[in-house]
């Protein structure tokens, strides 16, 4: 079993920067990767960014370039630097784990991959 815990969120004003933390624990190790999705109100969650075991990551185009997603090196804590925040980047963010053992790069993850999901924060931009 994988504990997600998620930190990190607030109000930004559009322009700003803020950073999310997803702490995990439990069998972390046994996973392949993990990654940040969001939802906003009223449409269907999205992947935002993903770190497979091997050390490659994976960015939605319209956070690509603004945000950067790491792993410290237990791989226990996951992290989400958002940068030049905009009003649509308005969202719950949930930190996910994979299910697998093994995955693949992480442009080859998908939804179906991650088993283990956290609480959620929620991150608003105003303009």
């Known amino acids: 079993q994988v504990r997600l815990a998620e930190s990190g969120g607030g109000s930004v004003q559009a322009g700003g920067s803020a950073k999310l933390v997803c702490d995990a624990s439990g069998a972390i190790d046994g996973t392949c990767g993990m990654g940040w999705y969001r939802q906003a109100p009223g449409k269907k969650r999205e992947m935002v960014s993903i770190?497979?075991?091997?050390?490659?990551?994976d960015y939605a185009d319209s956070v690509k370039g603004r945000f950067i997603v790491s792993r410290d090196s237990a791989k226990k804590t996951l992290y989400l630097q958002m940068n030049s925040l905009k009003p649509e980047d308005t969202a719950v963010y949930y930190c996910a784990a994979g299910r697998y053992a093994e995955c693949g790069h992480a442009d080859e993850m998908e939804e179906s991959d991650f088993g283990y999901w956290g609480q959620g924060t929620q991150v608003t931009v105003s303009s």
């Open positions: 770190i497979s075991n091997d050390g490659t990551t």
